[in-house]
């Protein structure tokens, strides 16, 4: 079966030869092609990707717009710090939005996607649009605190910069979305809700500011002929079925390790209705553990969605410098050994 095949049918939750698996969002970060380099002679990471023989691959958005810093911290704090003091921290009404330095979306253009199906027929193409999330782009621009304030005290301002933000998506997402239909299978978007424990609002209120706005995303991407794939880390399952309404296909990062998030748990309930990529923990087994220990969980996870399909496997987070790159190495032999049926024992 060829991937593209597979990674499709698994999102139909149809038979497929062996559960498909990938590098979490086709990110190879300097530690782990060091490790390539090292190890293979790999110089990009597209080497290690056909080194790997992951099932899809992933395309963004080409940004040719002026260079603009980052509202991300570095350093030890790293993003602790980059949302706990916002730009417009101080604002109060719905006119203090205009003092945001707001960007421009048509300095995000559509790469070539024909050039890229060209390039590989036989692999899933993600369409990647780009990192620009409702939540999480309130709490970098009014400090996390801050927004959940006006969430509760100034819906209006809280809702007015959803509204602004989510009109500057819908431009960038739709002009790529008619450039990547007949090419790309799917779409990613994405956004953070929650930490490991919980999630960061409560779901009514994520129902009531983000909700609809997500929904018209997922709805202009299933329009274009896409599945969705949708990223948010941590304990995300109260809103699971609020995903599954407004038409998200799968859910990408699959933190195990959250609360309420084991593989079993998750199959039992939402299996055959939302697909799941990830799972495999990068925190501490892809770091510390063993290549035995990394393929007992490929195949705990694949067991436990064995009888309604839907898992993608793959790293949990990217960007970890601790990652053991023999590890991701185990993780992608243990899936290409999962061929279905499982081997009982």
């Known amino acids: 079966m060829k991937p593209r095949d597979r990674v499709l049918r698994t999102m139909r939750f149809e038979e ?12 190879v970060w300097p530690e782990l092609l060091e490790y390539f380099c090292e190890r293979y002679g790999h110089q990009e990471a597209a080497q290690v990707l056909d080194y790997l023989d992951t099932d899809l691959r992933w395309i963004g958005m080409r940004y040719e717009g002026p260079e603009r810093p980052s509202i991300v ?12 003091q916002g730009p417009l921290a101080d604002a109060a009404t719905v006119e203090d939005l205009s003092r945001h330095d707001w960007p421009d979306p048509a300095w995000w253009l559509p790469a070539d996607y024909a050039a890229y199906r060209a390039r590989y027929p036989d692999h899933a193409l993600v369409y990647v649009p780009g990192w620009m999330p409702l939540f999480w782009t309130a709490c970098e621009v009014f400090g996390m605190e801050q927004a959940l304030v006006n969430m509760i005290a100034a819906p209006r301002l809280f809702e007015a910069f959803v509204e602004r933000q989510h009109a500057f998506y819908m431009d960038l997402l739709s002009r790529g979305l008619r450039a990547a239909r007949g090419h790309c299978d799917i779409c990613w978007l994405g956004d953070d809700y929650a930490s490991q424990k919980a999630m960061i609002m409560g779901p009514s209120l994520w129902r009531r500011f983000i909700k609809p706005y997500l929904g018209e995303q997922v709805r202009a991407a299933r329009d274009a002929g896409l599945y969705v794939l949708f990223h948010s880390c941590g304990a995300v399952r109260p809103i699971l079925p609020d995903l599954i309404d407004i038409g998200v ?3 990408l990062v699959f933190q195990t390790t959250a609360t309420g998030m084991s593989a079993p748990s998750i199959a039992a309930e939402f299996g055959g209705r939302l697909a799941f990529y990830g799972g495999i923990d990068i925190q ?8 035995e220990e990394v393929e007992a969980e490929v195949l705990a996870n694949v067991r436990a969605f064995e009888h309604c399909g839907g898992y993608v496997v ?3 987070h990217h960007r970890v410098s601790t990652v053991q790159g023999r590890n991701i190495e185990a993780m992608c032999k243990a899936a290409r050994r999962c061929t279905y049926p499982l081997a009982t024992g």
């Open 284 to 291: 501490q087994l892809l770091s510390f553990g063993t290549e």
């Open 314 to 316: 793959a790293n949990a």
């Open 73 to 84: 911290a570095t350093g030890p704090e790293g993003y602790t710090k980059a949302v706990s």
């Open 16 to 27: 497929t030869d062996r559960v498909p698996y990938d590098l979490m969002e086709g990110a």
């Open 249 to 251: 296909n799968a859910l």
